[in-house]
Nanobody
Framework: QVQLVESGGGLVQAGGSLRLSCAVS????????MGWFRQAPGKEREFVAA????????SYGGSVKGRFTISRDNAKNTVYLQMNSLKPEDTAVYYC????????????????WGQGTQVTVSS
């Protein structure tokens, strides 16, 4: 069983930065594709970013490309989301995602989810 625990959310002004972390339990972290999704009130869950097993290939949703960076540290069983130039429309609950299949993470049909961390961007 894999458990994902997000941290790093909070309140930030527009134009500011935050870094989210997702700590993953288990000894097989390097075998999982990791991703981030977000869900704003009244909206569907949205793909934010994904990173492959080795950390050398990434994908981003169109609304965050160029502002957000996903990375991972396999030695620490942790995936990160660096969020820069934040906008009020980035306000959402951010979820960490994991699966051994990249297509499943990209589609949001992955096996494992974190509990979410709130990010609020004020104007």
């Amino acid at each position: 069983q894999v458990q994902l625990v997000e941290s790093g959310g909070g309140l930030v002004q527009a134009g500011g930065s935050l870094r989210l972390s997702c700590a993953v339990s288990g000894r097989t972290f390097s075998t999982y594709v990791m991703g981030w999704f977000r869900q704003a009130p009244g909206k569907e869950r949205e793909f934010v970013a994904a990173i492959n097993w080795f950390g050398d290939s990434t994908s981003y949703g169109g609304s965050v490309k160029g502002r957000f960076t996903i990375s991972r540290d396999n030695a620490k069983n942790t995936v990160y989301l660096q969020m820069n130039s934040l906008k009020p429309e980035d306000t959402a609950v951010y979820y960490c995602a994991a699966d051994r299949s990249l297509p499943r993470v990209l589609a949001g049909t992955n096996d494992y989810w974190g509990q979410g961390t709130q990010v609020t961007v004020s104007s």
